[in-house]
């Protein structure tokens, strides 16, 4: 549902907020992070800074940090550059946008999926994506970052149906 931008936008800024903005990450850092080719990840964080989602400063000691706190930034805000869930979903069986005046077979079920998505994004912050996450290899997490290893993980089934 996603656009593998909007995808790479949201890894970047879930790294700033686990990084705790003790200092700037480059763009070259973030993306051998993430593992995404430097060019494109560096373009993808400008159009973040350009949204006010992420500070960026030039130099050094420059990089990216954060403008929004993390429990007050929601995937909405992040993908809203690169992906624009509030336009009207494509007919999935018809190439044109949906028309609630003529639907097609698929059009209610998937009008509210595409709804029930955004309604997630932009009631789901940051914050809330990292509360079981553990710090990020290499960087010192903030108090709020730490994980109690005690705690009974969930159960995650492997097998595929």
Not at 32 to 46: F, I, Q
Not at 70 to 90: G, N, S
Request: contains cysteine; glycine residues 6%; hydrophobic residues 50%.
């Amino acid at each position: 549902m996603l656009s593998a931008t909007a995808e790479h936008a949201l890894r970047a800024v879930l790294l700033l907020a686990r990084h705790d903005g003790a200092k700037a990450l480059s763009a070259d850092a973030i993306a051998a992070e993430l593992g995404a080719p430097r060019n494109y990840l560096a373009k993808t964080l400008n159009a973040l800074a350009k949204a006010g989602v992420v500070h960026s400063a030039r130099g050094a000691a420059g990089g990216f940090t954060l403008a929004i706190p993390p429990e007050q930034l929601t995937l909405a805000r992040i993908i809203a550059p690169f992906d624009d869930h509030a336009r009207t979903p494509a007919c999935l069986l018809r190439s044109r946008s949906c028309d609630p005046l003529n639907p097609c077979a698929v059009h209610a079920r998937w009008t509210a999926i595409v709804g029930h998505a955004a309604v997630r994004f932009e009631q789901t912050t940051i914050a809330e994506m990292l509360v079981e996450a553990g710090p990020a290899r290499g960087y010192a997490p903030s108090a709020a970052m730490t994980v109690d290893l005690g705690a009974a993980l969930p159960h995650v089934s492997l097998l595929r149906a």
